[in-house]
């Protein structure tokens, strides 16, 4: 019986749930999938490193625009209106950029949301620590392309702590702290930015301690998110090219 007992314990603990009760849990503890699929838009005011302000414009529909203030008062944009990707300094002419970040950027739920549906395909690595929490390590690999995202869940919160990336040779990753509750949904209101030189494993290159190998970071503070207000499309539509110079041109007629 007591043997019995604690097979039973094993197969219905935390330690046995499944890749989708773990997303569930997820989604149910940052809101629920009805307050997620409310929020029509977003827009986030940040700060980050030395008092660099940036906002961030989300629109569903696949649309986005990222505003960043730059020394001598103007401003780089990056953005996406669901189809097509653009970037621009201001009083310059627009450039089109590559798609290929659009998906993950615009995307107001966030990938774990309709992994399924979005293409994804989520495994389950196991329990490890992430900042010093016991987490859920979930991998997404996006459509089949080559390496992945690593998502850790903290198992008693089911939060995000860290999200992970490996590319070109650089370990990227992103902490998650000061959950507070917008518009039914919780939301992450700091964040640090942390990367690093990689041999071929997600182990950085020597301890946090060697000289000369100290982790790269990036404070980011979440000062100001406002929900389903308008945003109107033109803000995601690439301008004409050549506007800014046919503008200074019409003023000085």
Sequence with gaps: MILLFAVLFFLHSPQSLTVDEIVHRHIDAIGGMTNLKAIQTVRRTERAGAGREFVIMRKRGNKFRTESLLLGGKSRILACDGQHAWSMITGQDPKPTNKNFCDTASDIDGSLVNYKQKG????????????????????????????????????????????????????????????????????????????????????????????????????????????????EDSLFKMPAMHSAGAARNQKKR
């Design 120 to 231: 994804h395909h989520v495994e389950l690595i196991g329990k490890e620590l992430a900042e010093n929490r016991e987490a859920y390590h979930l991998k997404l690999t996006d459509r089949g392309k080559p390496g992945g995202v690593h998502f850790y869940l903290d198992t008693q919160t089911f939060f995000i702590i860290k999200i992970a990336t490996e590319d070109n040779g650089q370990h990227r990753e992103q902490t998650f702290t000061d959950y507070r509750t917008v518009n039914g949904t919780m939301v992450a209101f700091s964040s640090e930015l942390r990367w690093w030189k990689m041999n071929d494993s997600l182990k950085k290159e020597g301890s946090e301690n060697t000289p000369g190998k100290e982790v790269e970071h990036n404070l980011q503070v979440l000062e100001k998110i406002e929900v389903n207000i308008s945003l």
